[in-house]
């Protein structure tokens, strides 16, 4: 009997079932617009990613099919990390929305693939379960507290376990995170960006009491989250996070921009509030030392946007050292392909805090047939080999591209400030 324990571990299925034969960018609209990668086999195996850019939709697209797609065939699609490093590394130009976006459709492909010729959901690659199922929040908004406070009681209706509050600014016409129609909010409405007005120290006097209301009105129990969306300095942001502690917030997300890590030390010397940032981050290097720091709680880089699975996973793996969670970014800006992914890897990941949920529409739904549910407060991912996700192209074809951007903000008067 020949020993083979020092035999490395082969990918399933032959070099030649894993040959990449084609690859192309489904771009649709089915209420917004989606970029998904679709790669395929030698074997006929098809494995999707998403490469959706929120407002820059069509830059990866075209990063994908004329600088990526070109490189991929005829690679072994069991080379998960060979590749990653390839077109990482390769490219020199590394990091940026653009390229890590584009990196993260192909990462997320080739884990569907190779799960789908082991015959495995995609969790069970990445090491099994370390919980049933994933705690994840919705968003309740409202044009004041009244309205926040009463669709925060539908959500809890629904059996949802945590909650994000947003409500409106008294005196601001529009504001961040609250919709005006039914629904999930988009914020991507227009084809050229809407400028909105913003005003610091009306925002600063009308949230706390908002939480002050929620907690009257439904008690200690459920988890209460509320997102700033980068728009204050570090010390209204430390006085912000002060001003809610008596109300226990699970987070108060990107509390101010994070390009600067060292600015959320001023926000920790004040307040013990939870802090979670990092949806527009792209790489480890962006929340290095926020992390190793212990400067936040949660950390929120999407999938799609910081290189896919093969890259998150070690930001997951980092944080785990020094007691930081994940909160993963999950707005209908991403389509249900990330969903589902993003889900396999909470179910597996360690240190697992939270995850996003809105819902799609149900023309999104439609073209992205997908096996995750939603019980209990908590998202399930399916048993079906990989990631769960597939789509329906000749629906996906009725809904072409649709230009769209997200909108500004200016201040009271006229200086620029971020959305």
Not at 73 to 94: H, K, N, S, V
Request: hydrophobic share 40%; net charge negative; charged share 25%.
């Amino acid at each position: 009997m020949s020993d083979t324990t020092s035999q490395p571990v082969q990918p399933a299925g032959s070099s030649r079932d894993r040959e990449i034969v084609d690859a192309r960018v489904i771009v649709t609209c089915p209420g917004r617009n989606f970029v998904t990668l679709r790669i395929e086999t030698h074997a006929g195996i098809v494995g999707l990613g998403d490469a959706t850019l929120n407002g820059r939709e069509l830059a990866v697209a075209a990063y994908l099919t004329d600088h990526v797609i070109p490189t991929l065939i005829g690679r072994d699609a069991g080379r998960i990390e060979d590749t990653w490093q390839f077109l990482y590394r390769g490219a020199y130009w590394r990091r940026g929305p653009v390229t890590m976006t584009a990196i993260a459709a192909v990462d997320i492909a080739l884990w569907d693939i190779v799960a789908r010729l082991a015959g495995l959901p995609l969790y069970q690659l990445l090491g099994g379960r370390s919980r049933e199922g994933v705690l994840v929040y919705g968003h309740a908004s409202g044009a004041d507290v009244d309205a926040t406070s009463e669709e925060v009681g539908r959500f809890i209706e629904k059996g949802y376990l945590a909650i994000r509050a947003q409500s409106g600014v008294p005196g601001l016409k529009k504001n961040y995170g609250v919709t005006r129609i039914k629904g999930a909010y988009e914020p991507a409405e227009s084809e050229l960006p809407l400028e909105t007005v913003w005003s610091t120290p009306r925002y600063l006097t009308s949230t706390p009491p908002l939480f002050e209301r929620l907690r009257r009105d439904h008690g200690p129990d459920i988890e209460l989250l509320h997102d700033v969306h980068h728009r204050l300095t570090p010390i209204e942001a430390a006085r912000l996070a002060r001003d809610l502690e008596p109300y226990r917030l699970f987070w108060l997300e990107d509390p101010t921009p994070a390009e600067n890590q060292s600015a959320f030390e001023l926000i920790r010397r004040h307040s013990v509030t939870p802090i979670a940032t990092g949806e527009v981050f792209n790489s480890l290097w962006d929340c290095k030392e926020l992390i190793e720091k212990q400067l936040i709680d949660y950390v929120r880089t999407t999938l799609v946007h910081a290189g896919g699975i093969t890259h998150v996973r070690r930001i997951a793996s980092l944080a785990a050292l020094y007691g930081v969670r994940t909160g993963f970014h999950g707005a209908t800006d991403l389509s249900p392909v990330c969903m589902g992914t993003a889900l396999h890897f909470d179910t597996w990941v360690p240190n697992f805090g939270i995850q996003e949920y809105m819902l799609h529409s149900d023309e999104t739904l439609a073209v992205f047939p997908h096996d995750y549910t939603f019980r209990d407060g908590r998202l399930h991912c399916g048993e079906s080999p990989g990631h769960g996700v597939s789509i329906d192209e000749k629906l996906a074809a009725k809904f072409p591209y649709s230009p769209r951007q997200l909108p500004i903000a200016r201040l009271e008067d006229g200086t620029m400030w971020d959305w």
